[in-house]
């Protein structure tokens, strides 16, 4: 059973950084996708971002608008550990994130590729 653990949540202002930390453990798929989804209130919880690591090819990294030029998604393997670096923040990006992992061979945005989640760690950003 694998577990996952965000940390690195806070509050910060506009403009201001912040970098998620997603620790895993029992996950150590060759092939899966994982992923930082976020939920604001009175909202759906969305999909942010994701890396997708195909067995013996390169990892792909994809973004939702939202994110795109301002959050980079990476991972150490090593460490067994999912990161979400945040520049740039906005209001708009308060909200509890998630991380997220899934075994399979495909990828996407929908949770249905995504087998693990974490409890969340919550950013709020002031303007």
């Known amino acids: 059973q694998a577990r996952l653990m965000e940390s690195g949540g806070g509050s910060v202002q506009t403009g201001g950084s912040l970098r998620l930390s997603c620790a895993t453990s029992g996950y150590t798929p060759t092939t899966g996708c994982m992923g930082w989804f976020r939920k604001a209130p009175g909202k759906e919880r969305e999909g942010i971002a994701r890396i997708y690591f195909p067995s013996g090819i390169a990892d792909s990294t994809f973004y939702a608008d939202s994110a795109k030029g301002r959050f980079t998604i990476s991972r150490d393997n090593a460490e067994n550990t999912l990161f979400l670096q945040m520049d740039n923040l906005k209001p708009d990006d308060t909200a509890m994130y998630y991380c997220?992992?899934?075994?399979?061979?495909?990828?996407?945005?929908?949770?249905?590729?995504?087998?693990?989640w974490g409890q969340g760690t919550q950013v709020t950003v002031s303007s």
């Open positions: 997220a992992a899934g075994f399979r061979s495909v990828c996407g945005w929908s949770e249905r590729y995504y087998d693990y």
